[in-house]
């Protein structure tokens, strides 16, 4: 898809352009128009385009979320026909103009962040990752696709405790649209281009949300795993059932990779507690984490005693019997102690206690 693109703007010659609707814009297009720019070559600096107007939309380069076409051959991504249907590889979510572009450049993107070929296992791991991640959501939102079935929902009679709709990424674009009462120019282009302007700042602002995550997965999280997967391996020197996994030199990303090494050994759910120090410096203070239920979950496995939580150091050793205690969340997920013994003594004691 990349090469026939690139070959297509050889043979046009001229500027680049991009097309995407004009008027109220959403997350989906302005991270579209993003990655184009930013991580496509064949797109960089690509001028935009917003408009409805078909004749204008023909001539350029690339069209995202309007056109009522989804042609890669043709560079047009399109998801708003009512024949569309296509979601990512191994996901349920339809997708919006930013999971079309991420499907289609996406493994190009996370290469060239990798200075690997497209082909690299790293890449194929990276790519389905942020897509879950970051992407999946602004298919979600702009498809009108909730996280959770309706449904279901009400059958089980829960009501949501509190609004956490303006957390959203497609709340922190859409809040940068104008707003009903804001003047506007007399002269249309003077008016379009103010509202093309408040389109930049939205896919710029999105855009650094991506490239966070993007630096994250690349840089962090993927050199994470041969850390992890080594403590994995390591659990029963500390539990003989392998409840506990250690890292010696310091804490990394671990929960997606502890998740998937639990699968791929057959033993999900197994490990309860993960000890790590705070810091590399020698005589750090360790501490003792419960692995959540899910990634995102606050529920904890299996969490640290009940009589230890909101306590602190004297009154902790006492009420634990264990020395060198820091202390224990009230809520019970995470603890820490002046020592890794000490830290190691605090799991395996929660191991065997009532919670």
């Given at each position: 898809?990349?090469?026939?693109?690139?070959?297509?703007?050889?043979?046009?010659?001229?500027?680049?352009?991009?097309?995407?609707?004009?008027?109220?814009?959403?997350?989906?297009?302005?991270?579209?128009?993003?990655?184009?720019?930013?991580?496509?070559?064949?797109?960089?600096?690509?001028?935009?385009?917003?408009?409805?107007?078909?004749?204008?939309?023909?001539?350029?380069?690339?069209?995202?979320?309007?056109?009522?076409?989804?042609?890669?051959?043709?560079?047009?991504?399109?998801?708003?026909?009512?024949?569309f249907a296509t979601t990512f590889p191994g996901r349920p979510t339809k997708l919006s103009s930013a999971g079309l572009v991420y499907m289609h450049?996406?493994?190009?993107?996370?290469?060239?962040?990798?200075?690997?070929?497209?082909?690299?296992?790293?890449?194929?791991?990276?790519?389905?990752?942020?897509?879950?991640?970051?992407?999946?959501?602004?298919?979600?939102?702009?498809?009108?696709?909730?996280?959770?079935?309706?449904?279901?929902?009400?059958?089980?009679?829960?009501?949501?405790?509190?609004?956490?709709?303006?957390?959203?990424?497609?709340?922190?674009?859409?809040?940068?649209?104008?707003?009903?009462?804001?003047?506007?120019?007399?002269?249309?282009?003077?008016?379009?281009?103010?509202?093309?302007?408040?389109?930049?700042?939205?896919?710029?602002?999105?855009?650094?949300?991506?490239?966070?995550?993007?630096?994250?997965?690349?840089?962090?999280?993927?050199?994470?795993?041969?850390?992890?997967?080594?403590?994995?391996?390591?659990?029963?020197?500390?539990?003989?059932?392998?409840?506990?996994?250690?890292?010696?030199?310091?804490?990394?990303?671990?929960?997606?990779?502890?998740?998937?090494?639990?699968?791929?050994?057959?033993?999900?759910?197994?490990?309860?507690?993960?000890?790590?120090?705070?810091?590399?410096?020698?005589?750090?203070?360790?501490?003792?984490?419960?692995?959540?239920?899910?990634?995102?979950?606050?529920?904890?496995?299996?969490?640290?005693?009940?009589?230890?939580?909101?306590f602190r150091d004297e009154k902790l050793d006492e009420i634990s019997g264990i020395p060198g205690c820091v202390f224990v969340h009230a809520a019970?997920?995470?603890?820490?102690?002046?020592?890794?013994?000490?830290?190691?003594?605090?799991?395996?004691?929660?191991?065997?206690?009532?919670?």
């Amino acid at each position: 898809m990349a090469e026939s693109a690139a070959k297509r703007l050889k043979t046009d010659g001229g500027g680049v352009t991009i097309g995407t609707h004009n008027g109220h814009f959403h997350a989906d297009e302005a991270l579209a128009v993003y990655m184009l720019r930013q991580h496509v070559p064949a797109y960089a600096n690509a001028r935009l385009v917003r408009t409805r107007d078909p004749a204008l939309l023909q001539d350029c380069h690339i069209v995202v979320d309007v056109g009522g076409e989804y042609d890669a051959e043709r560079n047009r991504f399109d998801h708003h026909q009512r024949s569309f249907a296509t979601t990512f590889p191994g996901r349920p979510t339809k997708l919006s103009s930013a999971g079309l572009v991420y499907m289609h450049f996406g493994r190009q993107i996370v290469a060239r962040r990798l200075s690997v070929a497209e082909e690299s296992d790293e890449v194929a791991l990276i790519w389905g990752k942020i897509y879950e991640s970051f992407v999946e959501a602004l298919d979600a939102h702009d498809n009108g696709i909730n996280a959770y079935d309706p449904a279901a929902i009400s059958t089980a009679g829960i009501e949501k405790r509190f609004s956490d709709g303006g957390f959203t990424l497609g709340a922190m674009v859409g809040r940068l649209n104008p707003n009903w009462n804001d003047p506007v120019p007399a002269d249309p282009d003077a008016a379009q281009a103010a509202e093309d302007a408040r389109f930049e700042l939205a896919s710029s602002r999105i855009g650094e949300e991506f490239d966070r995550d993007l630096d994250y997965y690349a840089r962090a999280w993927m050199p994470a795993r041969s850390v992890v997967a080594e403590a994995f391996a390591a659990r029963r020197e500390y539990d003989p059932e392998g409840r506990i996994m250690v890292f010696k030199g310091q804490s990394v990303p671990w929960k997606d990779h502890m998740y998937n090494l639990e699968d791929e050994s057959g033993e999900a759910g197994r490990v309860l507690f993960v000890l790590y120090p705070e810091g590399s410096q020698p005589g750090a203070k360790w501490r003792v984490q419960t692995v959540p239920v899910s990634k995102d979950s606050f529920q904890s496995r299996k969490s640290l005693p009940e009589q230890w939580r909101g306590f602190r150091d004297e009154k902790l050793d006492e009420i634990s019997g264990i020395p060198g205690c820091v202390f224990v969340h009230a809520a019970g997920f995470i603890g820490g102690n002046k020592t890794f013994d000490g830290a190691l003594a605090m799991a395996k004691q929660s191991l065997v206690a009532e919670v």
